[in-house]
T-cell receptor
């Protein structure tokens, strides 16, 4: 079974631009969540989707948004990029979420903002 | 709000020695507890999880963790370190219908030959 796939793996953007990251969950998994990983703040929760509905959102500004499609694939968007948005963005999937089922993580998208 | 504290941001062990990584959580109700490992330039891989079935949990690669409610701890151990254990380890907690994991700051393990 294929794992969680994130594209692209690396991205370089300029301040003020916007970016869209993509995530394909494991087949059959309907819950997709996103995390930001930085050396200073560690791993922080961004948001979680199930059946195209956002069920939880972390403490991030409105520039960070996401969505989920009917096939469970998900995208996250960051608008008006800032230098501090440079991070590894990790997508994770699980069967239904909200229970003891572990999250399965992709290898992440490394975003660098210059 | 739940929080997770990992004691020690960096641990160095000799090959063959015991690996002990400490994790304490704050929660009025025992949460779901997880240990993940991250190798360079990769995502997180599940080592093991606690969901109240048994206090001693065995995971992959010879790791195990013991849940101690009285100490609100979930420490990770491995009896004999291998060079391939060099990585960053994260303790995480979640609650039913929380839809998110709260992670500790991570502990980087280096293994000396």
């Amino acid at each position: 079974k294929a794992g969680v796939t994130q594209t692209p793996r690396y991205l370089i953007k300029t301040r003020g631009q916007q970016v869209t990251l993509s995530c394909s969950p494991i087949s059959g998994h309907r819950s997709v969540s996103w995390y930001q990983q930085t050396p200073g703040q560690g791993l922080q929760f961004l948001f979680e989707y199930f059946s195209e509905t956002q069920r939880n959102k972390g403490n991030f500004p409105g520039r960070f948004s996401g969505r989920q499609f009917s096939n469970s694939r998900s995208e996250m968007n960051v608008s008006t990029l800032e230098l501090g948005d440079s991070a590894l963005y990790l997508c994770a999937s699980s069967l239904v979420g909200g229970d003891s089922s572990p999250l399965h993580f992709g290898n992440g998208t490394r975003l660098t903002v210059t | 709000a739940q929080s997770v504290t990992q004691l020690g941001s960096h641990v160095s062990v000799s090959e063959g020695a015991l690996v002990l990584l400490r994790c304490n959580y704050s929660s009025s109700v025992p949460p779901y507890l997880f240990w993940y490992v991250q190798y360079p330039n990769q995502g997180l891989q599940l080592l093991l999880k606690y969901t109240s079935a048994a206090t001693l949990v065995k995971g992959i690669n010879g790791f195990e963790a013991e849940f101690k409610k009285s100490e609100t701890s979930f420490h990770l151990t491995k009896p004999s370190a291998h060079m391939s254990d060099a990585a960053e380890y994260f303790c995480a907690v979640s609650r039913s219908n929380d839809y998110k994991l709260s992670f500790g700051a991570g502990t980087t393990v280096t293994v000396r030959a």
